[in-house]
């Protein structure tokens, strides 16, 4: 039985803030491939196209007939606790001051053996269910969990290190006039979040849904313009060292190409909203959260951006848009390394045209904001990486996979 | 005599056991202690460096160097090199090979020898970076090291087999007892079966004195034939037969048995003697459930049957089934890969009158047994060889 996690209580300021420490996180390049699949949330082993075995540790060569022909591929993630222990001394420091911790030896339906971290509802000799997961140096791990959920098994502690469980924790989001970010505050604070903040940025000025937004639980508006340096860090020294979560919904959605446009006052806008933003957001709150990644129940957790799927390849109807997305995106592969250390995570949630007015002309499929406020709350959950939202989002995604020059030319239409 | 088609070790003989004392930490590198050890074989056999014309070397912390560096820093110019870097089992194979190299003659005097350092944080690191499968597949997993591996290998044998921690004690309290009269043997207060089963708990179901402690040192020998040795008036054994097998089992979903299964057979008939015939018993101690994997696979008893085996048995020097008759890695540390070199130098001992310890009377025919390597879930390497004293 899980112990249901209790409200954190308040800090007390004289106590020294744990510095946040990470397991080795080193790994073959092979073995990446499971990095992959766990950021996605998906299970996947490595299986010989020759002779169909199933295959862990990840190989370059079939150990039944030796192909290098080793595609990592989604698989059945049942099997049985065989042996399990308790380890109570470790030679890792992250790990030392975790002790006991509970490892086992899982035998796979499908053939493989996997040391596996385990969940403190699962017994030696049961069914177990596995799951690929990031652990809080980045890299996949193995977690064997009960066969049937148990209740509150998301306040295990083996797997709440592998998650960024909103329950408690303190949020902010950083657009609130939006759809989208009054979807996302609503959802937040549902799932139990202790304090919604909700930026706005011109206090004065109402917007659709101002009333409706106030009126949410442990929902407190706070002024928060992007764009502005002075703003985003005035937010951060009032209250960055207690949030623990960050959605960053603000967006800027114009259709439209290069050529068509006069001059670039659009693209600097869209740059500015996105790629700057995104700066002034990492550089005001990043410091602080880095150091808090281990701060007890309501430690510092992740960074969530929000990126519309074609930054991963430009569509010429939203041309421009694209570009800043793109610029967004690789802004995130670095801000991930850095907050990496302090053990809190970058999630990148892709999605296609959003029910929104920006997108009016775009046909459907499109991905309602409450959806798209669902999936973030989801990957939180799940301690997930990359998440890709909506039919488009997951289209565009596969059809990437397979050719990136076939997809730059049919969105060019 | 021998029913198998393998030849023979005719003419060959292994001496000069040498143990660099161990110690708990040193500030020196492994080249210090392999030099310490080689010094003193070269002391011992009163052979000059240039006629040492064979090298063997066992280590895990004389990296960025391998054996061929070695020859270079010790002034060394051998005609035959080899590196074997099988943890456990490194012993038995660099005796296999050096006696085969003395016997062909592409080698006549062959220093056998293994020796590891431990600083301070030197086994964290040969933990964290021990192979691939470690890296990305264990050591993540709670940095337990071999620990928490052999925990899970334990726990499953003794799920299966019915076996309590109390057998395991009995192993470990003996092997205590014979390592009191062991000058350097790090730890040498006794233990009782109380103790065992009251100390604290390092992962289900190891306990303290389950473990082996790192430590420093070196240990070698030297293969040579006959009449060499006797040039060199050195007292040697004979070597009767021998075996080695990698990865074996694969199918089995945990570890319950090792190579010596495959080969055990093979191993008693080129020997041309039985179980009943060894007065006794060096295994790999690292860990005790793998000294009862080790005593039923090589055939003292039946799969399933070594608690049995050890609660009807003294395992002491003085007892029925004399077994690590120095006290093993349990009791005198483990140097590294000179882990798996106690057993062997202490079965010459044995066997020309010279232990370190207690002698076991009328020690005729020994047998020790190697075991090594968790490369991922179990150990990979494991390899015997049954010596006999010189007529």
Redesign the interface.
């Known amino acids: 039985m899980t112990e249901p996690l209790a409200p954190p209580r308040r800090k007390n300021p004289l106590k020294k803030t744990r510095l946040p420490l990470i397991?080795?996180?080193?790994?073959?390049r092979t073995?990446h491939g499971l990095t992959m699949a766990a950021a996605e949330g998906r299970f996947a082993l490595q299986r010989c196209s020759d002779c169909g075995m199933a295959v862990?540790?990840?190989r370059d060569a079939c150990?039944v007939c030796l192909s290098p022909r080793l595609p990592y591929q989604e698989a059945d993630a049942r099997g049985v606790l065989?042996?399990?222990?308790?380890?109570?001394?470790?030679?890792?420091p992250?790990?030392r001051e975790r002790m006991p911790?509970?490892?086992?030896?899982v035998?796979l339906d499908a053939g493989p053996?996997?040391?596996?971290?385990l969940h403190g509802d699962l017994r030696?000799g049961e069914r177990a269910r596995l799951e690929l997961k990031l652990?809080k140096?980045g890299?996949p791990?193995v977690l064997a969990l009960p066969d049937k959920d148990t209740p509150h098994m998301q306040d295990d502690a083996q797997l709440r290190e592998m998650t960024c469980e909103p329950t408690f924790r303190r949020v902010l989001i950083t657009d609130g006039c939006t759809p989208v970010g009054q979807a996302m505050a609503r959802a937040f604070s549902e799932i139990g979040s202790s304090i919604v903040f909700v930026g706005v940025a011109k206090a004065w000025k109402p917007f659709a849904g101002m009333d409706a937004l106030r009126a949410v639980e442990r929902v407190e508006i706070v002024p928060f313009d992007i764009t502005d340096t002075e703003s985003v860090t005035e937010q951060a020294e009032q209250n960055g060292g207690r949030i623990d979560i960050i959605v960053n919904t603000a967006e800027h959605t114009r259709a439209g190409g290069i050529i068509e446009r006069r001059g670039i006052g659009v693209a600097r806008e869209e740059m500015d909203v996105r790629y700057f933003g995104l700066m002034r957001l990492a550089q005001a709150f990043g410091p602080a959260m880095k150091f808090r990644g281990a701060d007890g129940v309501n430690s510092a957790a992740a960074i969530v951006n929000l990126l519309s799927v074609y930054a991963l390849m430009n569509w010429p109807l939203y041309g421009a848009y694209s570009a800043a997305e793109a610029a967004c995106l690789s802004a995130t592969h670095s801000l991930r390394a850095e907050l990496r250390p302090g053990g809190v995570r970058m999630v990148n949630v892709f999605f296609g045209p959003l029910e929104t007015e920006w997108f009016q002309a775009v046909p459907p499929p499109k991905v309602a904001p409450k959806a798209l406020a669902r999936a973030v709350i989801d990957a939180l959950k799940r301690g997930l990486e990359d998440v890709f939202v909506g039919d488009v989002a997951e289209d565009v995604r596969a059809r990437l996979s397979v050719n990136p020059k076939a997809l730059e030319r049919e969105l060019a239409g | 005599m021998s029913g198998s088609t393998r030849m023979a070790y005719d003419g060959i003989v292994v001496c000069a056991p040498i143990t660099v004392p161990y110690r708990r930490y040193s500030a020196n590198s492994a080249h210090w202690w392999i030099g310490r050890a080689l010094q003193a074989l070269t002391k011992r056999s009163g052979l000059r460096l240039n006629e040492l014309d064979g090298l063997s070397i066992s280590s895990f912390t004389v990296a960025p160097d391998t054996a061929i560096g070695l020859t270079q820093h010790f002034g060394l110019s051998p005609r035959w090199l080899d590196h074997v870097p099988f943890g456990g089992a490194s012993a038995i194979v660099a005796l296999r090979r050096a006696a085969r190299a003395v016997q062909t003659g592409d080698a006549e005097f062959v220093a056998c020898v293994a020796g590891d350092t431990n600083h301070v944080d030197s086994f964290r690191k040969t933990l964290s970076t021990f192979s691939r499968f470690a890296q990305d597949a264990v050591y993540p997993y709670g940095s337990g090291g071999a620990n928490a591996s052999f925990a899970l290998i334990a726990k499953n044998y003794m799920n299966t087999y019915g076996v309590r921690r109390e057998d395991f004690g009995k192993i470990c309290v003996a092997q205590r007892d014979n390592a009191m009269a062991v000058p350097h043997a790090l730890m040498k207060k006794r233990l009782t079966l109380s103790d065992y089963m009251a100390a604290r708990a390092i992962s289900d179901p190891i306990h303290l004195f389950d473990c082996v402690m790192p430590c420093a040192g070196a240990e070698a020998f030297l293969v040579c034939g006959e009449a060499a040795a006797r040039s060199l008036a050195l007292k040697g054994v004979h070597l009767l037969s021998t075996i080695e097998r990698h990865n074996a089992f694969p199918e089995d979903a945990i570890q319950v048995r090792g190579g010596w299964a495959v080969d055990a057979g093979e191993l008693w008939s080129m020997a041309g003697v039985g179980p009943q015939d060894v007065d006794f018993v060096e295994t790999y101690d690292d860990y005790p459930v793998i000294i009862m994997m080790q005593l039923e696979d090589l055939g003292f008893c039946r799969k399933g049957e070594a608690a049995e085996f050890v609660r009807a048995h003294t395992l002491t020097n003085e007892g029925s089934f004399p077994h690590n008759t120095c006290g093993g890695q349990l009791s005198v540390g483990q140097a590294g890969a000179a882990g798996g070199y106690l057993g062997l130098v202490e079965a010459i001992r044995q066997l020309t009158d010279a232990p370190l310890g207690t002698q076991v009377a009328e020690a005729r025919i020994g047998l020790v047994s190697g075991f090594g390597m968790i490369n991922y879930d179990r150990g990979l390497a494991s390899g015997a060889a049954i010596l006999a004293r010189a007529a």
């Open positions: 397991p080795q996180g080193a790994r073959s073995a862990y540790p990840p150990p065989v042996a399990e222990t308790t380890v109570r001394v470790s030679t890792d992250y790990f911790w509970r490892v086992g030896t035998k053996v996997l040391v596996a971290h030696e652990d140096s890299a791990v």
